[in-house]
């Protein structure tokens, strides 16, 4: 189990990649601190039957705040803590064991991140 713990502000962009940079198989977190809103998507965890079902989670925070995520993945779900549990959003995917890449994109944004991992 990888379980990162990413504080954030402002805008960002946020990929749980798995493999390799450069690979198209990612979860994606969408996060705007200005309008308040944050989006989990799942269409590209590489997994046909996925893209048949809704791909998207969308919640909405109060604008220009921090936000807090606590990041779980295990061998079938991502699960995502917001603000210590205000909020969740949970997704399939089956990351492989050599799935661990975390890619992170932010503008003019103050992050702070710790990872663990669970064998």
């Not at 295990?74 to 050599?98: H, R, W």
Request: hydrophobic share 35%.
């Amino acid at each position: 189990m990888t379980t990162p713990s990413i504080t954030l502000g402002y805008t960002i962009f946020y990929k749980i990649m798995y493999r390799e940079l450069y690979m198209t198989r990612y979860l994606k977190v969408d996060f705007d601190s200005e309008r308040g809103f944050v989006e989990v998507d799942r269409t590209n965890v590489g997994i046909g039957k996925m893209n048949e079902t809704k791909s998207t989670r969308q919640s909405k925070f109060l604008p220009n705040k921090e936000l807090k995520m606590n990041i779980f993945v295990d061998t079938s779900s991502v699960e995502i803590f917001f603000n210590d549990g205000l909020k969740v959003l949970s997704s399939l995917a089956f990351p492989e064991k050599e799935d661990t890449f975390i890619f992170l994109e932010m503008k003019e944004s103050h992050v702070s991140t710790r990872l663990f991992k669970i064998e």
